[in-house]
């Protein structure tokens, strides 16, 4: 089984660390990623960490992921979460784990941010945990591929 972890990260959260630290903290997108790489390596895995403003290129970095066989997804689809069906097919059509993490709790947030339809597909969600929610969706992810592979 491949080793490679996708983590996909949507519009505006190459903000992060720089405004709002209300809401999202002050961890920067980078040191994100860092932390990302250091748990998957922990665990056995490699990741390939991106971010887009553009709908389009996440459709076409999700369907780079199934092309290259990757053992998984984790993806903050930022605002796109609530909108987007083309996020959505792309997903379910890889036919990939996938598990959803939003750093804020969208739940205790505007009615709007209730409904994800990246939900629909994904293994689990995790939200409201801050930035540590990306590091725990790859311990989630490892702990679904060790039982259903
Ligand atoms: O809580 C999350 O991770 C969100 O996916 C973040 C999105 C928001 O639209 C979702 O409802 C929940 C927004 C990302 C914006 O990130 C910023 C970070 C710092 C400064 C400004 C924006």
Excluded: W
Excluded at 92 to 120: A, D, M, Q, W
């Amino acid at each position: 089984m491949s080793n490679l972890i996708y983590v996909l990260n949507g519009p505006n959260l190459n903000l992060l660390g720089t405004r709002e630290p209300g809401i999202y903290g002050d961890a920067t997108l980078a040191s994100v990623e860092t932390a990302c790489r250091d748990r998957a390596g922990e665990l056995g895995f490699e990741i390939e960490f991106f971010q887009s403003n553009s709908e389009g290129a996440l459709v076409d970095k999700i369907h780079e992921a199934g092309q290259a066989g990757a053992a998984g997804l984790i993806i903050n689809a930022g605002a796109y979460s609530h909108t987007s069906i083309a996020l959505l097919d792309a997903i379910r059509g890889t036919g990939l784990p996938c598990v959803e993490v939003h750093i804020s709790n969208i739940f205790t947030r505007e009615k709007f941010r209730h409904h994800t339809y990246i939900s629909l597909v994904a293994i689990g969600v995790i939200c409201g945990l801050g930035p540590k929610g990306y590091t725990l969706a790859i311990e989630g992810l490892k702990d679904h591929l060790d039982r259903v592979g």
